[in-house]
């Protein structure tokens, strides 16, 4: 509510300066060309969206993310003890880590909340300490393949959207690290 307020006011502050200074014509043009432009990036980057969801799609068909969710399945077992016991959260975590580590965010987030949803089953209404690690872990991931990224570089006119690789590596490298050395040490701390 208080956004839609906040936009309204913005809008009509803009409204009465571009009256009150002689401008008008200009805010109107602006308006214009934002929305112009606003409708050309929503298509492009819907474009994107549905390549990497088909992309998904396809590797969940043909058993490629079964095989990376087998993969991270020792590393999981690690890290989520508790929820390891259960086998249709360790799908959820696995196919979500998976989703996550190429840069699919819109398609890892069903199975991120799946996986929430399961270990707070087992968790009596609290948040426990894997449910804040899942939530981290989801927050930093490492992408390999950071692809919403490179879609909307792509919708901004970049020539080559995947330059950005060894930084992505490296920023989301540390970020999980930072995440996990946090967590792990919230969870002592804050039994």
């Known amino acids: 509510m208080f956004m839609s307020i906040l936009w309204t006011g913005l809008v009509l502050v803009s409204i009465l300066y571009g009256a009150a200074t002689g401008t008008a014509d200009a805010v109107g043009a602006a308006v214009m060309t934002g929305a112009e432009d606003a409708v050309r990036f929503v298509l492009g980057m819907g474009g994107a969206i549905c390549l990497w969801c088909g992309v998904a799609r396809v590797m969940e068909d043909c058993g490629m993310a079964a095989a990376l969710s087998a993969m991270l399945r020792p590393v999981l077992r690690r890290l989520f003890p508790s929820a390891s016991r259960d086998a249709e959260i360790m799908d959820a975590l696995s196919a979500n880590i998976g989703a996550n580590l190429l840069g699919l965010g819109n398609a890892a987030t069903p199975m991120g909340v799946r996986a929430a949803q399961g270990m707070a089953r087992h968790a009596d209404g609290k948040a426990s300490n894997e449910l804040c690690l899942l939530v981290v872990i989801n927050t930093a991931s490492i992408q390999l393949l950071p692809t919403t990224v490179a879609a909307l570089r792509s919708a901004c006119g970049a020539r080559c959207p995947f330059d ?28």
């Open 164 to 191: 950005i690789l060894p930084a992505v590596w490296l920023a989301t490298a540390v970020s999980l690290a930072s995440g996990l050395l946090a967590a792990r040490l919230f969870a002592r701390f804050w039994p």
